[in-house]
């Protein structure tokens, strides 16, 4: 129906491409994003409660006690995925 039936991803350099980075992003959202929760999950309240104590609105809160305390987490998994991506770089290459 929509013209794809002889059509294949892995014939095209930029399509291999492209199915490398799809594979991969369905592969590695999920623990991004179970790791992510779970620095958000063990953040103090106790500062967030006492920034709205203080008068800081949701954005300062964010900014300035969130970040900070997800900054390792998130810096741990921006290198775990760098040190992934390398790894695959070369994959769409392997037919050619």
């Known amino acids: 129906m929509l013209g794809l039936v002889n059509?294949?991803?892995?014939?095209?350099?930029?399509?291999a491409r492209?199915?490398?980075m799809i594979g991969d992003i369905?592969?590695?959202t999920p623990f991004m994003f179970?790791?992510?929760l779970a620095a958000l999950?063990?953040?103090s309240v106790e500062m967030i409660e006492a920034a709205q104590v203080d008068g800081a609105?949701?954005?300062q809160t964010f900014w300035n006690i969130?970040?900070?305390?997800?900054?390792?987490?998130?810096?741990?998994?921006?290198l775990i995925?760098?040190?992934?991506?390398?790894?695959?770089?070369?994959?769409?290459?392997?037919a050619n």
């Not at 969130?66 to 921006?78: G, N």
């Not at 995925?81 to 392997?94: G, Q, Y």
């Open 18 to 20: 492209a199915a490398v």
């Open 34 to 36: 179970i790791v992510l």
């Open 66 to 78: 969130t970040i900070p305390q997800i900054l390792p987490v998130s810096t741990t998994l921006v």
């Open 41 to 43: 999950e063990g953040q």
């Open 26 to 28: 369905w592969q590695w």
């Open 81 to 94: 995925r760098m040190i992934e991506s390398f790894k695959i770089v070369d994959l769409p290459n392997v």
């Open 57 to 59: 609105n949701r954005w």
């Open 7 to 15: 059509f294949s991803w892995v014939n095209i350099p930029w399509g």
